[in-house]
């Protein structure tokens, strides 16, 4: 069955340092991945998705992750974190040719301090 | 702006009180699902339709029923919550049933359990 791993239940980095927040799914053939970010007491909000198309791909929020067959990860990365970053992610993958169920990661909650 | 909305926002029932929570979407989007999602925890699928078609997870409970009058809404009826229901319930919608879709998520509804 499909699964996704994030690794790193809780990062904490300081305003203006990298964002580094790792997912590895586990399929033999490359799925549909996502990321989401969920604030407090609120639904999830798509960040961006992979499809097919550019191993890299930019989202909303200076978010941007890259494809990496080889290494079957889907990093989330973003150059320079902001107070308003801190949140839980999940990365979450569907499988190609099948039907859109969505698998989620535990979550990485982000932590940002000034 | 088109949007998926959950009501209401946070709800307190009684231990083995029928409760129902309502989801109602303006982007025309195919599909409907509810998840559950307990604290510290990735969502879990409980049921989707796609149109008027029911599918239900494989361990979703009894418990859980859903019904679907038209496109833009969606009710989750809890028969007889229990302590272990206390969860948030989230609403997504997406286009169609196909991998590469992206689901759209209400702000979720918070179910207290007394």
């Known amino acids: 069955a499909q699964s996704v791993t994030q690794l790193g239940s809780h990062v904490s980095v300081s305003e203006g340092a990298l964002v580094l927040l790792r997912c590895n799914y586990s399929?033999?053939?490359?799925?549909?991945l996502f990321w989401y970010v969920q604030y407090p007491n609120q639904g999830l909000q798509l960040l961006l998705k992979y499809t097919s198309a550019a191993t890299l791909v930019k989202g909303i929020n200076g978010f941007e992750a890259e494809f990496k067959k080889s290494e079957t990860s889907f990093h989330l990365t973003k150059p320079s974190a902001h107070m308003s970053d801190a949140a839980e992610y999940f990365c979450a993958v569907s499988d190609r040719g099948s039907q859109g169920n969505l698998i989620f990661g535990k979550g990485t909650k982000l932590s940002v301090k000034p | 702006d088109a949007m998926v909305i959950q009501n209401p926002r946070y709800q307190v029932t009684q231990f083995g009180k029928p409760v129902t929570l309502s989801c109602s979407q303006t982007?025309?989007?195919?599909?409907m699902y509810w998840y559950q999602q307990k604290s510290s925890q990735a969502p879990k699928l409980l049921f989707h339709y796609y149109d008027k078609d029911f599918n239900n997870e494989a361990d979703t409970p009894d418990n859980f029923q859903s019904r679907r009058p038209n496109t833009s809404f969606c009710f989750l009826d809890i028969r007889s919550p229990g302590l272990g229901d206390a969860a948030m319930y989230l609403c997504a919608t997406s286009r169609d049933w196909t991998g590469g879709a992206a689901a759209f998520f209400g702000q979720g509804t918070r179910l207290t359990v007394v």
């Open positions: 982007l025309n989007h195919n599909v």
């Open positions: 399929s033999s053939v490359p799925p549909y």
